[in-house]
């Protein structure tokens, strides 16, 4: 008896490493850029999902000096802080926040039309 192995069954998780990945807070979590009609042929577009580290102002800022837009950060109480822009600025913002290196293409959701 002594020459022989005794192995012990243990669980086997085939997720672990896809959870392993995962274990940073709001790793997959997504920007959403939507589009609101307004009145006419008038439209909101609004960023929602930007980590809270960043400087919504300053993002803000930037945004509206490259598209000539005006726009404003809203506190909502579900969702938080959201960008509004005038305007249809989803491709526009899309691409400056993947420039910047705020967000990774993979991770940003364009919603609308």
């Known amino acids: 008896m002594s020459d022989l192995d005794v192995q012990i069954p243990t669980t086997f998780d085939p997720f672990a490493d896809a959870n392993a990945d995962d274990s940073g807070a709001g790793a997959k979590e997504y920007v959403h850029i939507r589009i609101q009609q307004r009145n006419g042929r008038k439209s909101l577009t609004t960023v929602q999902g930007l980590k809270k580290e960043f400087s919504?102002?300053?993002?803000?800022?930037?945004?509206?000096?490259?598209?000539?837009?005006?726009?404003?950060?809203?506190?909502?109480?579900?969702?938080?802080?959201?960008?509004?822009?005038?305007?249809?600025?989803?491709?526009?913002?899309?691409?400056?926040?993947?420039?910047?290196g705020i967000v990774k293409k993979e991770h940003i959701k364009i919603h609308g039309f």
């Open 56 to 100: 919504y102002n300053k993002i803000l800022k930037d945004l509206k000096r490259e598209f000539c837009c005006n726009g404003t950060v809203v506190q909502d109480p579900e969702l938080g802080q959201v960008i509004q822009l005038q305007g249809d600025q989803r491709k526009n913002v899309s691409n400056f926040l993947v420039q910047a």
